[in-house]
């Protein structure tokens, strides 16, 4: 094949890929973008300007803006990681976990979540890492809760109900993590 020849199928390719594999690239590119923002950053996951002061309002802010629970406890996918903020809370298995650790379902209901504790248990359970059932909690929950520098525990017993308040009132999601 003499040089011109070659040219012209280079340039040929370099055509069909600027018509075809560089938009393919782009659009997937911007679409899957689009979905990590969408999921990542959802519009929730912002704080608000100022933190509110009391009540479920606080809760929230503390869950999401300050606890950061839900990058343990939300369902991730497993082929991208992304949490699912459809699932609020719902847990993860040891596959999609923080670390490989199993994080529970933390929404309210009854079967797969913690819709049986209190809202005592629960700020218990954040200040001290004392269950209900008599155990203690463990892992990265251990650590979050007794902090290297400051953890849960440290955080004010008004803060920690309306952790708990704010717990109560996310959806309740059936999602049983084993
Ligand atoms: C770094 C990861 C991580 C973060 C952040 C985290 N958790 Fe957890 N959480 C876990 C793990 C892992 C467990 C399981 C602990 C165990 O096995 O004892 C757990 C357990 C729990 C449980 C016990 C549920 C049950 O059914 O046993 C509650 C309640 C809980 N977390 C609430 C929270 C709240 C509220 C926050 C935010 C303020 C939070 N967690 C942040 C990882 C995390």
């Known amino acids: 094949m003499n040089l011109l020849n070659r040219l012209k199928i280079q340039h040929k390719l370099a055509l069909l890929c600027s018509a ?63 949490v699912d903020n459809n699932r609020f809370l719902a847990g993860n298995p040891k596959k999609t976990g923080p670390e490989g650790q199993l994080s529970p379902n933390i929404t309210p209901d009854k079967d797969t979540g913690i819709g049986s504790w209190t809202e005592d248990q629960i700020v218990t359970y954040l200040g001290t890492g004392n269950r209900p059932d008599g155990d203690v909690a463990g892992g990265l929950m251990g650590e979050s809760i007794q902090g290297t520098l400051a953890g849960y525990k440290d955080m004010t017993k008004a803060d920690l109900q309306a952790i708990a308040k704010y717990l109560k009132v996310i959806p309740a999601v059936k999602n049983k993590i084993e």
């Open 20 to 82: 075809f594999l560089l938009p393919i690239g782009i659009l997937t590119y911007l679409f899957i973008g689009q979905t990590e923002k969408d999921v990542t950053f959802a519009a929730k996951e912002t704080p608000p300007a100022a933190a509110p002061v009391s009540g479920v309002a606080r809760g929230e802010y503390l869950v999401r803006a300050v606890g950061h629970c839900g990058e343990c406890h939300t369902p991730r996918s497993a082929m991208t990681m992304a």
